[in-house]
T-cell receptor
Framework: SQTIHQWPATLVQPVGSPLSLECTVEGTSNPNLYWYRQAAGRGLQLLFYSVGIGQISSEVPQNLSASRPQDRQFILSSKKLLLSDSGFYLC????????????FGQGTRLTVV | GDSVTQMEGPVTLSEEAFLTINCTYTATGYPSLFWYVQYPGEGLQLLLKATKADDKGSNKGFEATYRKETTSFHLEKGSVQVSDSAVYFCALSVRAGGGNKLTFGTGTQLKVEL
C-alpha cells in the first residue's frame, strides 16, 4: 500500500531560526511531490512541486525552498524564518499521471514566534 | 498561469436542500479536474474527478460535469445531509515539466443544518 509521512506535526520556531520539514512516500516510485500551505480564505496554495530527484518548480516567491534528495523524499526549508511563514503545511504526492488522485500527509502546523 | 476560482463560503443549507458550488478554471493545456473534500479534523480526500470534456464525475450523490466551453466544473448534490458539512476544494491537474502540476481553489465551506 502507499503511504505518505510528514513530520513534525507541530512546530514552534523563533523568528530567524532555520526550518526543515520532511515528507516521505512509501509504496510507489517516481511520484510527483508537492508542498502546499493551507491558510484560511486562501485555500491550498501550491508552493513547490517536483517531478523527479533534484527537479524543483517554485510557484510563488517566498522565504522558503524545497529539495528532493531522494526519489521519495521531499524537504521544505528556510534559512531564516519570518513571522509570515506561520501556517499549515501539507505535503502531497501523485503517481505521475495527471488523472490520478493526490494523497496528502497529515500536515505540519508551524508557528513562528 | 493555471488557476481555479471557487465561490466563497460559507454556504449554509438546510438538510435535503439542493447544493451547487461553482468552480471555474484557467489552464495551459487540457487539464483533468477534481473535487476534494476535507471533513472537520481530517485530511483532504478525493471526492470525484473528470478527465475530459463532457465527462461527469460522481460519488456519494455528488456530481460535476467537465464543461470545456465554459471552463467550469460545478459541484452539485440533489439532497444534502448534515454529514456533508465540510470544506470542498476544486482542483486541476496539467502536464508540466515531465510530470503533473496540481492546483487547488480556495475551498468552499459547506454547513448543513437540520
Amino acid at each position: 500500500s502507499q503511504t505518505i509521512h510528514q513530520w513534525p506535526a507541530t512546530l514552534v520556531q523563533p523568528v530567524g531560526s532555520p526550518l526543515s520539514l520532511e515528507c516521505t512516500v512509501e509504496g510507489t516510485s517516481n511520484p510527483n511531490l508537492y508542498w502546499y500551505r493551507q491558510a484560511a480564505g486562501r485555500g491550498l496554495q501550491l508552493l513547490f512541486y517536483s517531478v523527479g530527484i533534484g527537479q524543483i518548480s517554485s510557484e510563488v516567491p517566498q522565504n522558503l525552498s524545497a529539495s528532493r534528495p531522494q526519489d521519495r523524499q521531499f524537504i521544505l526549508s528556510s534559512k531564516k524564518l519570518l513571522l509570515s511563514d506561520s501556517g499549515f503545511y501539507l505535503c502531497a504526492y501523485t503517481r505521475g499521471t495527471m488523472n490520478t488522485e493526490a494523497f496528502f500527509g497529515q500536515g505540519t502546523r508551524l508557528t513562528v514566534v | 498561469g493555471d488557476s481555479v476560482t471557487q465561490m466563497e463560503g460559507p454556504v449554509t443549507l438546510s438538510e435535503e436542500a439542493f447544493l451547487t458550488i461553482n468552480c471555474t478554471y484557467t489552464a495551459t493545456g487540457y487539464p483533468s479536474l477534481f473535487w476534494y473534500v476535507q471533513y472537520p479534523g481530517e485530511g483532504l480526500q478525493l471526492l470525484l474527478k473528470a478527465t475530459k470534456a463532457d465527462d461527469k464525475g460522481s460519488n456519494k450523490g455528488f456530481e460535476a460535469t467537465y464543461r470545456k466551453e465554459t471552463t467550469s466544473f460545478h459541484l452539485e448534490k440533489g439532497s444534502v445531509q448534515v454529514s456533508d458539512s465540510a470544506v470542498y476544494f476544486c482542483a486541476l491537474s496539467v502536464r508540466a515539466g515531465g510530470g503533473n502540476k496540481l492546483t487547488f481553489g480556495t475551498g468552499t465551506q459547506l454547513k448543513v443544518e437540520l
